[in-house]
Protein backbone atom coordinates (compact mmCIF):
# COMPACT_ATOMS: atom_id res chain seq x y z
CA UNK A 1 0.00 0.00 0.00
CA UNK A 2 1.72 3.33 -1.05
CA UNK A 3 0.70 6.51 1.38
CA UNK A 4 -2.05 8.72 0.93
CA UNK A 5 -2.73 10.20 -2.54
CA UNK A 6 -2.26 13.78 -1.11
CA UNK A 7 1.66 12.22 -0.58
CA UNK A 8 2.07 10.25 -3.09
CA UNK A 9 0.94 9.03 -6.86
CA UNK A 10 3.17 6.18 -8.44
CA UNK A 11 6.40 6.32 -6.69
CA UNK A 12 6.37 10.05 -6.67
CA UNK A 13 6.47 11.91 -3.38
CA UNK A 14 4.95 15.13 -2.64
CA UNK A 15 7.74 16.59 -0.10
CA UNK A 16 5.30 18.70 1.82
CA UNK A 17 6.90 22.47 1.59
CA UNK A 18 3.39 24.12 1.25
CA UNK A 19 5.33 27.25 -0.04
CA UNK A 20 6.15 28.61 -3.22
CA UNK A 21 9.78 28.58 -4.39
CA UNK A 22 10.53 32.38 -4.44
CA UNK A 23 8.69 32.42 -0.44
CA UNK A 24 11.20 29.93 1.28
CA UNK A 25 13.70 29.58 -1.34
CA UNK A 26 15.85 27.68 1.73
CA UNK A 27 13.50 24.81 2.06
CA UNK A 28 13.90 24.17 -1.62
CA UNK A 29 17.38 24.43 -0.90
CA UNK A 30 17.20 21.75 1.37
CA UNK A 31 15.19 19.27 -1.13
CA UNK A 32 17.80 20.09 -3.82
CA UNK A 33 20.44 18.58 -1.13
CA UNK A 34 18.33 15.11 -0.97
CA UNK A 35 20.57 12.30 -2.69
CA UNK A 36 19.93 9.45 -4.48
CA UNK A 37 19.45 6.50 -1.88
CA UNK A 38 18.61 8.95 0.77
CA UNK A 39 16.01 7.55 3.23
CA UNK A 40 12.57 9.59 3.32
CA UNK A 41 10.19 10.05 5.51
CA UNK A 42 6.43 11.10 6.01
CA UNK A 43 5.93 11.76 9.35
CA UNK A 44 4.06 14.07 11.78
CA UNK A 45 4.67 15.70 15.51
CA UNK A 46 2.70 16.33 18.56
CA UNK A 47 2.78 16.54 22.09
CA UNK A 48 1.44 13.73 24.73
CA UNK A 49 1.89 13.74 28.06
CA UNK A 50 5.02 16.63 28.20
CA UNK A 51 6.89 14.75 25.71
CA UNK A 52 7.14 15.56 21.77
CA UNK A 53 6.19 12.67 19.37
CA UNK A 54 7.29 11.54 16.28
CA UNK A 55 4.57 9.40 14.34
CA UNK A 56 6.51 7.51 11.15
CA UNK A 57 3.94 7.11 8.49
CA UNK A 58 6.08 6.34 5.67
CA UNK A 59 9.76 4.97 5.18
CA UNK A 60 11.56 5.18 1.33
CA UNK A 61 14.41 5.06 -0.27
CA UNK A 62 14.85 7.96 -3.06
CA UNK A 63 15.32 6.91 -6.45
CA UNK A 64 15.69 9.94 -8.36
CA UNK A 65 16.35 13.16 -6.97
CA UNK A 66 15.49 15.44 -9.72
CA UNK A 67 12.34 17.64 -8.80
CA UNK A 68 9.66 17.34 -11.23
CA UNK A 69 6.03 19.81 -10.74
CA UNK A 70 3.38 16.71 -10.74
CA UNK A 71 0.02 18.28 -11.39
CA UNK A 72 -2.20 18.12 -8.51
CA UNK A 73 0.46 17.05 -6.21
CA UNK A 74 3.44 19.57 -6.41
CA UNK A 75 7.18 19.48 -6.10
CA UNK A 76 8.15 15.77 -6.15
CA UNK A 77 11.21 13.08 -5.53
CA UNK A 78 10.83 9.45 -7.07
CA UNK A 79 10.84 7.24 -3.70
CA UNK A 80 10.38 3.08 -3.51
CA UNK A 81 8.20 2.77 -0.66
CA UNK A 82 9.60 0.22 2.05
CA UNK A 83 6.91 0.44 4.63
CA UNK A 84 3.68 2.50 5.36
CA UNK A 85 1.35 2.16 7.79
CA UNK A 86 -1.97 4.78 7.66
CA UNK A 87 -1.48 4.86 11.20
CA UNK A 88 1.69 4.91 11.68
CA UNK A 89 4.74 2.61 11.68
CA UNK A 90 5.67 3.34 14.79
CA UNK A 91 5.96 6.94 17.67
CA UNK A 92 9.49 8.11 18.75
CA UNK A 93 8.94 10.16 22.04
CA UNK A 94 11.74 12.78 22.87
CA UNK A 95 11.89 15.18 25.91
CA UNK A 96 11.97 18.71 24.92
CA UNK A 97 15.63 18.95 25.71
CA UNK A 98 16.03 16.17 23.62
CA UNK A 99 13.66 17.38 20.67
CA UNK A 100 15.02 20.60 20.63
CA UNK A 101 19.05 19.19 20.74
CA UNK A 102 20.32 20.80 17.55
CA UNK A 103 17.57 20.18 15.02
CA UNK A 104 14.67 22.28 13.91
CA UNK A 105 11.84 19.60 12.96
CA UNK A 106 9.35 22.04 13.05
CA UNK A 107 10.34 22.81 9.09
CA UNK A 108 8.73 20.80 6.54
CA UNK A 109 11.50 19.59 5.67
CA UNK A 110 14.62 18.41 7.11
CA UNK A 111 18.10 16.57 7.39
CA UNK A 112 17.20 14.17 10.45
CA UNK A 113 20.83 14.42 12.65
CA UNK A 114 20.57 12.46 15.85
CA UNK A 115 21.71 9.23 15.26
CA UNK A 116 19.27 7.34 17.49
CA UNK A 117 16.56 8.43 15.58
CA UNK A 118 18.17 7.71 12.18
CA UNK A 119 19.26 4.10 13.31
CA UNK A 120 15.49 3.74 14.59
CA UNK A 121 14.26 4.85 11.03
CA UNK A 122 17.14 2.17 9.20
CA UNK A 123 16.23 -0.58 12.20
CA UNK A 124 12.39 0.00 10.87
CA UNK A 125 12.98 0.45 7.14
CA UNK A 126 15.34 -3.11 7.28
CA UNK A 127 14.08 -5.45 9.84
CA UNK A 128 16.02 -8.27 10.33
Known sequence: MLPQKR???KGLVKV???WAPEDKP???GIMKEIDIGD???IKSFFQRGGKQVLRIKAIGIVTDNL?????D???CL???WLRYEANGITELEFTKEEFDAGVQRRTSIYKEYNPD???RIIELAFPD
Open 26 to 28: YLY
Open 67 to 71: IKLVK
Open 78 to 80: EVK
Open 7 to 9: YSV
Open 16 to 18: DIS
Open 39 to 41: III
Open 117 to 119: VCK
Open 73 to 75: LGH
